[in-house]
């Protein structure tokens, strides 16, 4: 099957659903997605400027952090990356919203992965994959928004939807095959581990209780055709606290010995988790958060494996997404902050592409815009 029909709305639906399951009720795997999400964006960006102006750089750096902490960037970033290990890939509208505290009128809303689909009246097209128009080269031209959410209470069967241009759409996923066009969760690997290691802790649990249940069990050493005292097989026999108690001729009395967990248990665990962290490059100390059986030197040998795919993702992260939402934001900055008359808007171009721009942005452009004399040079940094 080809990338997309191999990854169709039925086959993610149904992973989505599982993983969604595994992060909200597994420990471990809410912990795992919780501290990928944590260690890739940290607090948050921070925009560096790099420009001849040290007052320009000052100002803007200023005003694009307290734009940041209004719409609580690092707190969506952290959200999106975690909607990429169950999801399989998250979704973000550069959108309007007027009521922000902040000149800068720029936010960034968030929708599930579930809202971007093909409608079931929309006549199937080659150029459609379950929700994103494609152009003749393969480039996302607009996406199909449901305007209510599948699961949502009120949601009946119908399915209006409107259609975001590619321009206002951040689309974030791993791409594992050519051709590929939507994301399946990044945990899918490992959904059977968290059953087998869930089947296993359950089975440890029923056996230990098991053997709780029995206070003591009566045996004897004599022959069945012996002199033994007869017995009623199976009677039972109650028992009273701190109390002697005489048993019948040739009979003995033995307690349960508590057999679970076994001794491989702890070590079942271990490794299952190893290979649950696996498809994440997560080693086993920081999915299990236990360190007990390294010395120094092997977490640090095991951390930078780790750490140099957490900077892999952090350099996804910042082409994908914080380019993008620079670019939407020093367009609204100079078009608010009235910065006009200094640089020809061809000038600007050259850094930030007309086509990065969002379309709320491009309904408003007037001819010159203004961000420093000597050009513009920015650098997106992850705490």
């Known amino acids: ?41 940290g607090t948050g960006p921070r925009l560096q400027m790099l420009t001849a102006l040290d007052a320009v750089n000052r100002t803007v750096e200023r005003e694009f952090e307290a734009w940041a902490q209004e719409v609580c960037l690092a707190e969506k970033l952290r959200t999106m990356r975690m909607a990429r290990a169950q999801d399989g890939e998250a979704f973000a509208i550069l959108a309007n919203n007027p009521v922000l505290d902040h000149p800068v009128k720029l936010d960034l809303r968030l929708i599930e992965a579930d ?19 494609l152009d003749r080269y393969g480039n996302p031209v607009s996406y199909q928004v449901l305007k209510e959410h599948p699961g ?52 440890v649990i029923s056996a230990a209780e098991a053997a709780a249940n029995f206070a003591g069990i ?60 696996r498809c994440l490059n997560m080693p086993f100390n920081i999915a299990a958060g236990n360190s ?40 609204e900055y100079a078009l608010e902050a009235g910065l006009v008359d200094s640089v020809p808007m061809d000038g600007f171009r050259r850094i930030l592409p007309a086509a990065k721009m969002p379309a709320i942005s491009r309904r408003r452009s007037s001819g010159l815009i203004d961000t420093c004399t000597h050009g513009l040079q920015s650098v997106m940094l992850l705490a």
């Open 1 to 41: 099957m080809s990338a997309d029909a191999a990854a169709g709305a039925d086959v993610r639906r149904t992973l989505r659903n599982r993983a969604r399951y595994e992060v909200a009720n597994n420990s471990y795997a809410r912990g795992i997605a919780l501290t990928l999400a944590n260690d890739t964006v």
């Open 115 to 133: 809202q971007v689909t093909s409608p079931l009246h929309a006549v199937e097209d080659e150029n459609v994959v379950d929700g994103i128009e």
């Open 152 to 203: 949502a209470g009120g949601w009946s069967f119908s399915d209006d939807f409107t259609r975001v241009p590619a321009a206002d759409m951040v689309h974030v996923f791993r791409q594992e095959r050519p051709g590929q066009h939507r994301g399946v969760p990044e945990i899918t690997p490992a959904l059977p581990l968290f059953a087998q290691l869930r089947r296993f802790t359950l089975a």
């Open 218 to 277: 009566l045996y004897t050493d004599t022959p069945p055709a012996g002199e033994a005292v007869a017995v009623e097989p199976m009677d039972l026999i109650e028992l009273e606290r701190n109390m002697l108690l005489t048993m019948p001729g040739g009979w003995k009395m033995s307690q349960i010995e508590a057999e679970q967990p076994a001794t491989t248990y702890a070590d079942f665990k271990k490794q299952i988790l190893n290979e649950i962290a």
């Open 292 to 331: 007990s059986g390294y010395n120094y030197a092997s977490g640090r040998l095991d951390h930078q494996t780790y750490y140099k795919s957490i900077r892999v993702d952090q350099s996804f992260m910042a082409r994908k997404v914080l380019d993008r939402v620079l670019a939407a934001w020093l367009w």
